[in-house]
C-alpha cells in the first residue's frame, strides 16, 4: 500500500464548475498535510496546508481534513481553465521530515 | 529573487557517465531535500539533509551520493549513469518548525536524460 493515494484522473470539469480532488493516506500519526499544484514542465507550488480537521478556505480553494477517516480533499470553486495542472497531494509524516507524495490527480477545466 | 535554484537545467548524457546536479537556496532554510519525478509524475523522496546533516536515506541505489557543504547547497552526484535514471530531479528547501507546518519550495527541476 503506497503511503498516499490520489485518482491519477484525468478529471474534466467545465469552466465555472467546482472541482474535488481527493487523497487518501496511511500513516494515522502523519501531521501536516500540502497541496501543490504542477503544470507541465514546471516545479510543484505549493496552494494550501492544512493540519487541523476541518475545512480550510483560501480564495478559491477549500483543503478538508478527516483524520479519522485519513482523508484531505481539495475543492476549487469557479474552476478556470489557467487551474488546469495536475494535483499533488503530500503529507508528512511523524518522522523527521519525511514528506510522501502522491501520483498526482490531472484535472482539465474545460472554456 | 528568493528560491532555490539549480543548475543543469537539462543534462543529457551517455550511460556509464558521472555527472553532478548543484542545488541552492537563499530562504534561509535548514532542511534541503532531493526528489525524483518519473516519467508517471510519481515524486519519489531521495534524500534530506538538516543544517548539513544527512537525516532521510530512502532505497536509493549508493551510485547516488548527496553532499552538502553548507546550509544553503546540497548538491547530487551520480555515478555510473543507467537508463532507468532518466527523469526530473527536484531539489526543495523547507524550514523545521515544531508547530506549525513547513512547506517546501521546489527548485525548477534538472530533466536528466540517459541515452
Known amino acids: 500500500q503506497k503511503e498516499v493515494e490520489q485518482n491519477s484522473g484525468p478529471l474534466s470539469v467545465p469552466e465555472g464548475a467546482i472541482a474535488s480532488l481527493n487523497c487518501t493516506y496511511s500513516?494515522?500519526?502523519?501531521?501536516?498535510f500540502f497541496w501543490y499544484r504542477q503544470y507541465s514542465g514546471k516545479s510543484p507550488e505549493l496552494i494550501m496546508f492544512?493540519?487541523?480537521?476541518g475545512d480550510k478556505e483560501d480564495g478559491r480553494f477549500t483543503a478538508q481534513l478527516n483524520k479519522a477517516s485519513q482523508y484531505v480533499s481539495l475543492l476549487i470553486r469557479d474552476s478556470q481553465p489557467s487551474d488546469s495542472a495536475t494535483y499533488l497531494c503530500?503529507?508528512?509524516?511523524?518522522?523527521?521530515?519525511?514528506?510522501?507524495f502522491g501520483s498526482g490527480t490531472k484535472l482539465n477545466v474545460k472554456p | 529573487d528568493t528560491a532555490v535554484s539549480q543548475t543543469p537545467k537539462y543534462l543529457v548524457t551517455q550511460m556509464g557517465n558521472d555527472k553532478s546536479i548543484k542545488c541552492e537556496q537563499n530562504?534561509?532554510?535548514?532542511?534541503m531535500y532531493w526528489y525524483k519525478q518519473d516519467s508517471k509524475k510519481f515524486l519519489k523522496i531521495m534524500f534530506s539533509?538538516?543544517?548539513?546533516?544527512?537525516?532521510i536515506n530512502e532505497t536509493v541505489p549508493n551510485r547516488f551520493s548527496p553532499k552538502s557543504p553548507d546550509k544553503a547547497h546540497l548538491n547530487l552526484h551520480i555515478n555510473s549513469l543507467e537508463l532507468g535514471d532518466s527523469a526530473v530531479y527536484f531539489c526543495?528547501?523547507?524550514?523545521?518548525?515544531?508547530?506549525?507546518?513547513?512547506?517546501?519550495?521546489f527548485g525548477p527541476g534538472t530533466r536528466l536524460t540517459v541515452l
Open positions: 526543495a528547501s523547507s524550514q523545521e518548525r515544531l508547530i506549525t507546518p513547513n512547506e517546501q519550495f
Open positions: 500513516d494515522r500519526g502523519s501531521q501536516s
Open positions: 492544512i493540519y487541523s480537521n
Open positions: 503530500a503529507v508528512k509524516t511523524k518522522n523527521f521530515n519525511k514528506f510522501y
Open positions: 530562504l534561509g532554510h535548514d532542511t
Open positions: 539533509y538538516n543544517n548539513k546533516e544527512l537525516i
